[in-house]
């Protein structure tokens, strides 16, 4: 190994953290706040799983919820860390930070909407547009993230 590559290894580390911290953050704040908190809480649209009892739902929010918040906090302290050893790029965070929310969102869209069904953005309604928007909001955000994650990149 060259000297180079030994000092950039902590970089390296350091910027692998800092991208985690703002997927987990994201994808937490996409399931802890825009999911949650405004279509399970406020609205009363759905819940994590709808496919039995209401008590059974609402064990499986808070389950949900604690998994959400838990991604949030973790990609906190990661950021704490990540700042504390060599400063924070924040583009770069807040480009990861759209990736998970993004993600997260397409991920609820794809997978437990549809392939799993195990509930829908909304009942007694036509799904399409409440599909399309959430989706179409999942890859705006995605695709935004990894454009800013892509200016903010070091170059070489």
């Known amino acids: 190994m060259t000297s180079t590559s030994v000092a950039s290894a902590p970089a390296v580390r350091t910027e692998r953290r800092l991208l985690w911290s703002g997927l987990l953050f994201g994808a937490g704040v996409a399931a802890s706040v825009v999911d ?19 008590e059974v739902a609402l064990a499986a929010d808070g389950i949900f919820h604690a998994v959400a918040w838990g991604m ?4 906190l302290f ?12 924040w583009s770069r ?17 794809v997978v437990f909407h549809k392939l799993l ?16 928007a ?5 890859v705006v955000a ?3 993230g990894l454009a800013v994650l892509w200016r903010s990149r070091r170059s070489t």
């Open 36 to 54: 949650l908190m405004v279509f399970h809480l406020l609205l009363q649209w759905h819940h994590f799983y709808d496919l039995s009892t209401l």
């Open 72 to 75: 949030t906090v973790a990609g």
């Open 78 to 89: 990661l950021l704490a860390d990540a700042r504390r050893r060599d400063g924070v790029r």
């Open 93 to 109: 965070w807040w480009g990861a930070v759209l990736v998970g929310l993004g993600a997260f969102q397409l991920l609820d869209a």
């Open 117 to 132: 069904g195990i509930h829908q953005v909304r009942y007694d309604v036509g799904l399409l547009p409440y599909d399309l």
């Open 134 to 138: 959430w989706i179409g909001a999942a």
């Open 142 to 144: 995605l695709l935004i």
